[in-house]
Each structure stands twice: as structure tokens, then as C-alpha cells.
């Protein structure tokens, strides 16, 4: 069974076990004077007295070993006494030797994985809807107090990578790629006629304001009305090629607007000088400061709305998580192949951690041991120990009781 936890209850059990253990060498030390004093005849008198004798040594002897364990016996300067002060280094270097290697190995943990079923029953646990959701809850509020405290750093950090991207795409491919997917896919002549509608409405909407311009750089010496009819001649010529455009599918004008397509795709894949021009082009944008402006302006607003999520009960987002949470739960419990892979790289993470960082383990053990006062750290273990170790004191007594018993026998025999 488990000792008292509480310091105050430890204290008072090795009272206790010492009153029983002093108990016991009184009893002894008070039959042997008896008999010493009563000088009783008789062969049973012998055998008592020997029996007594060899138990109080025996009692003494494991009071002397126990006391010497953590003080002085009798505050005398005895070499080899006090152990527990005197060796408070090594007793913590040895300490976190035995740690490291028979808790922290990866043997160890893989053999407590496998003997305790630990993978299995996590994953059942997890695969309960109501425990996902703790655990997505938990995580959750944990990560965005992280968030909170190094939101500045985690938005330049995703900014930097996103500017990366714009660097390092391809560009020019992927123009290539688009613009020849554009001329040769099925959606060419729909997005003509699509543009041809649009630039139609566009002409006829804005034809006043057109006008003004058209009108505004005209010659001195040229006519107004002339300047007008003019206008209203190109206009209608504009919007008849239009027309003309979108209601004829064998159009010239679509197989030349083909051509130029498929041209500007062949220069963007093989034309240096145009691949420079676009990779210049990603390079500007990627250093204009409006554009991190607007890139950490959308990476904020997109932070935000997914901590909101997360963050609120009942959430689409919140159910989400919980569902791809019991989704792995139920994956890792029905799987015994996957489960013994989860060991095996748990076992092998912990074997990598202890060997990259066990020393750093060892020092940590042996800090925290250096750091405590010597006589504490033996009134510690005295306390954590004591109790058990006085039942040694008691046994010396018997078992010294049953040697001297032997002993004196043997030699009666023998004489």
C-alpha cells in the first residue's frame, strides 16, 4: 500500500514505526538484565540469555546501519556515517542514470504501450463524439491563447511564405498553360461571344461619355456636327464587327484572336526576354508594400474568422474538428497494424529524444538534486523511507535472537 502523502502523516507513521522498533531492543535489553540479574540456574538459562544477547546486537547493529543511512549516530563523527549528506552528488548523478535508463528508454515505454493497451484505449476514448469534442475544445483554447500571444509573429510568418509562393511560381508556364487552355478548350467561342456582350453593353452605355473625348481632341477647323456624324459612324461600325463577331462561329476574327492565343502561349514558354519581363513583373509585385499591405490585411481577417469559428461552441467549424478527431479515434481502434505503428514511432521518438537529450535529463535531475539542502533531502527520504527501514531493526532483533539461539546450541552440541 501507498504511504501518507502528507508530510505530517509520514512524520508521525516513522514516529510511530521507530517507538516499535526501540520498543522491541528495550523488551530485549530489559529480559537479557533480568536474566543477568537473576543469575537463574539451569540449562534454559543459558539458552535465554544467548537468545538475548544476539538479538540486542542484532537490533543494535541495524539501528547503527538505519541511523547512518541519513545523520550521525549519537552526533558522533564515525567515518562512513551521514551517508545520504556526504554522497548527495553521486546519489543524484546515480539517480538520474537509473531514470533515464530505465524509465525514459525507448524499450521501456514501448513495452508499457503494448502490455497496457495505451493506443488502443486512447483511440476508443477519442472516437466518443463528446470526448473528440473536449479535446477539440481543449486544444482549441489552448492554441489560441498561443495565437493571441504571438499573433504578430505567426501573420508576418504567413505573409513572408505567401510572398515566397508569388516568387516562386512559375509564372510564365502557368500563363503559357492558361492561355492555351483558353484558344483550344470547348469554352473559347462562348467566352467571345460573352466578350462580344459585354464590350457591346459597354460601348452603348458609355458612348455619351465617349464622345466627349472623341469630340474634345477633334481639330479646330473641323465641323462639330461633321465630328458628330463621324462618331456615330464608328460606333455603329464597332458595334456591327461586334455583332458580326458573336452570331458567325467561323468568324475570321476568332480564328486571328485563336492565333494570337496560341502565340502568346508559345512566346510565354520559349521566349526568354518575355520570361524575364514576367519574372520582373513577380518581383515587383511581390516588394510593392501595398501588396503586403493587402496580403497581411487578408491574412488577419482570415486568422479572425477562423478563431471565431473555432472558438464557438457548435460551430461548423468546431464540428468539423470534432468529426476528423473521432474519424482518426475509430481509424486507430480498428486498426491493430496502425496502433503497433503508433508504438513503434513513439518508442522510436522517445529512444532519438533520450539520445539527443539525455543529457540534458541527467542534468536536470542532478540540478534539482544539487540545489536541495543536504540535511532536507535526508529528512525527505528519511521520512519516504524510514517507516520500512525500522521494520530492518525489528527483523535484526529476531533474526539476531534466532542466530544466537542457533550458535549456542551448535556449541553446546560441540562440547
Request: hydrophobic share 50%; net charge negative; charged share 25%.
Amino acid at each position: 500500500m501507498p504511504g501518507p502523502a502528507r508530510e505530517g502523516d509520514r512524520r508521525r507513521r516513522l514516529t510511530v514505526m521507530r517507538r516499535w522498533a526501540t520498543g522491541v531492543l528495550v523488551v530485549v535489553s530489559a529480559a537479557w538484565l533480568a536474566i543477568v540479574l537473576a543469575d537463574p540456574s539451569g540449562d534454559w538459562a543459558g539458552y535465554a540469555r544467548a537468545t538475548l544477547e544476539a538479538s540486542m546486537v542484532g537490533a543494535l547493529a541495524d539501528w547503527f546501519a538505519v541511523v547512518a543511512l541519513f545523520r550521525r549516530p549519537l552526533g558522533l563523527p564515525i567515518p562512513h556515517t551521514a551517508i545520504v549528506v556526504a554522497r548527495k552528488e553521486q546519489f543524484a548523478q546515480t539517480l538520474a542514470i537509473f531514470f533515464r535508463e530505465n524509465f525514459l528508454s525507448g524499450a521501456a515505454v514501448g513495452e508499457r504501450l503494448r502490455t497496457s493497451r495505451a493506443v488502443e484505449r486512447a483511440a476508443t476514448w477519442v472516437a466518443e463524439p463528446e470526448h473528440a469534442t473536449r479535446i477539440v475544445r481543449e486544444v482549441a483554447k489552448r492554441g489560441a491563447g498561443a495565437f493571441d500571444d504571438h499573433r504578430e509573429q505567426l501573420t508576418g510568418a504567413l505573409v513572408g511564405e505567401l510572398r515566397q509562393v508569388v516568387l516562386r511560381a512559375p509564372a510564365a508556364e502557368v500563363a503559357a498553360t492558361v492561355v492555351r487552355a483558353a484558344a483550344s478548350g470547348r469554352g473559347f467561342d462562348e467566352a467571345v461571344d460573352r466578350g462580344c456582350t459585354a464590350a457591346r453593353r459597354a460601348v452603348v452605355e458609355h458612348a455619351d461619355e465617349m464622345e466627349e473625348m472623341f469630340i474634345g481632341e477633334r481639330p479646330w477647323w473641323l465641323p462639330e456636327m461633321v465630328q458628330h456624324r463621324l462618331f456615330e459612324h464608328l460606333v455603329e461600325r464597332v458595334l456591327d464587327g461586334l455583332d458580326a463577331v458573336a452570331d458567325d462561329p467561323t468568324h475570321p476574327a476568332r480564328s486571328r484572336l485563336r492565333l494570337a492565343l496560341v502565340e502568346l502561349a508559345d512566346r510565354l514558354e520559349h521566349d526568354s526576354e518575355l520570361g524575364a519581363r514576367v519574372k520582373a513583373f513577380q518581383q515587383s509585385l511581390a516588394d510593392d508594400p501595398r501588396v503586403r499591405e493587402a496580403l497581411t490585411r487578408i491574412v488577419d481577417d482570415n486568422l479572425d474568422r477562423l478563431r471565431s469559428e473555432v472558438l464557438t461552441p457548435g460551430s461548423a467549424a468546431e464540428a468539423r474538428l470534432v468529426e476528423v478527431a473521432a474519424a482518426l479515434g475509430r481509424r486507430v481502434r480498428d486498426d491493430p497494424a496502425l496502433q503497433e505503428r503508433i508504438e513503434r514511432a513513439i518508442e522510436a521518438a522517445v529512444t532519438e529524444g533520450v539520445s539527443r537529450f539525455g543529457a540534458d535529463v541527467d542534468a536536470l535531475v542532478t540540478g534539482t538534486i544539487s540545489r536541495w539542502d543536504a540535511a532536507r533531502t535526508a529528512d525527505q527520504l528519511e521520512l519516504l523511507l524510514g517507516p520500512d527501514l525500522q521494520y530492518i531493526r525489528i527483523n535484526g532483533a529476531v533474526v539476531g535472537a534466532l542466530a544466537g539461539l542457533l550458535i549456542y546450541s551448535v556449541a553446546r552440541v560441540v562440547g
